[in-house]
């Protein structure tokens, strides 16, 4: 199962934000494991080392991102990507970048506590403990 991982979820386990950490995290040690194959947006990196530099400072940032890039694969963010989420009708253009990047990279299913803007996806969106549940169910 190819899932892509919406900025929120890594999110969590990184800033440990409760009450979504333990989901989240869960999830991330199933990518780790292999039992899930995860896949990150190339601007969901660059978005993480933003918001870690600001809360645990570069180094921690830079060392979070590389045991990230480890683990998960990265769907690109080129010009054929934006280009498909521009006429989308998504209420939020980095829903739509991050819907078009992880068609392209062949995902399964997208992970986000944010599912109201993916109404008009056309792969399925999960939240991180349906997701967990489908996994655990299929074990």
Do not use: W
């Amino acid at each position: 199962m190819r899932i892509l991982f919406d900025t929120n979820v890594v999110l969590d386990v990184l800033l440990a934000r409760e009450p979504h950490a333990a989901v989240a995290a869960q999830l991330l040690t199933l990518v780790d494991n292999g039992r899930i194959e995860g896949v990150i947006s190339a601007t969901t990196v660059t978005t993480i080392h933003y918001i870690a530099a600001r809360s645990v400072g570069a180094a921690a940032a830079a060392r979070h991102l590389g045991e990230l890039l480890e683990m998960f694969d990265v769907a690109c963010v080129d010009r054929p990507v934006l280009r498909a989420a521009l006429p989308l009708d998504f209420p939020d253009f980095e829903d739509a970048v991050l819907h078009e990047a992880a068609r392209a990279a062949s995902a399964d299913a997208i992970v986000t506590r944010n599912l109201k803007d993916f109404g008009q996806a056309d792969i399925p969106v999960l939240e991180p403990r349906e997701l967990l549940a489908a996994v655990t169910a299929a074990s």
